[in-house]
């Protein structure tokens, strides 16, 4: 079983008393999905909100990214890192294009190919996508320390590797497993 964290209790016992209602049982099946779900939903929202004066809608966003990283994608390159279908990135980048992010031209060396790159008014948005982010990661994690953030990120990423296999084993459900995080705090 897990070590608990030094403030663990602490925190618990007074997060009880201000709820005034009983121990919660996270042992319920599919709670972990349902929050993780939820929570996704509320930074996903709270991050359009922060977006929408730039004129930019969810998941427009990661495109802009990308594109700032490497401009000059195929939209199967996009739709690949961002882990989304073909059609959707393709809906995605022609409503990008009206918009007047994106413009799509063909590749220099193979003409069968399209690229999509980012217009000045793309690449002036790159830096209110990350005052938005930033802005709704530090609403996200009020009340946490650096420390337990950290963990949070760590833990997210394990639960991913997971869930995609990149962990390159499978497990069985209930077994504990080396550098799984149950033994340690």
């Not at 007074?14 to 049982?25: I, V």
């Not at 980048?93 to 009206?98: F, P, Y």
């Not at 060396?109 to 530090?138: F, H, M, N, P, W």
């Amino acid at each position: 079983m897990a070590k608990k964290d030094k403030g663990d209790k602490d925190r618990g016992d007074k997060n009880e008393k201000k709820k005034g209602s009983k121990k919660r049982d996270f042992s319920q099946p599919g709670l972990l999905a349902a929050s993780v779900t939820q929570v996704a939903r509320a930074m996903r929202t709270r991050l359009s909100h922060g977006l929408a004066d730039s004129g930019l809608y969810a998941g427009q966003d990661g495109v802009v990214q990308l594109l700032a990283q490497e401009d000059g994608l195929t939209p199967g390159m996009l739709a690949q890192k961002l882990g989304v279908k073909a059609p959707t990135m393709t809906r995605t980048i022609g409503r990008m294009e009206a918009q007047g992010f994106v413009t799509r031209q063909a590749d220099e060396r193979d003409a069968r190919l399209t690229k999509v790159y980012l217009t000045e008014e793309g690449r002036s948005s790159v830096e209110r996508i990350a005052l938005a982010a930033a802005d709704c990661e530090r609403q996200a994690t009020l009340g946490l320390s650096g420390k337990e953030i950290k963990s949070l990120i760590k833990l997210l990423i394990s639960v991913e590797a997971n869930l995609s296999e990149k962990a390159g084993v499978l497990r069985p459900s209930m077994e504990p497993v080396a550098g799984s995080g149950e033994d340690e705090d």
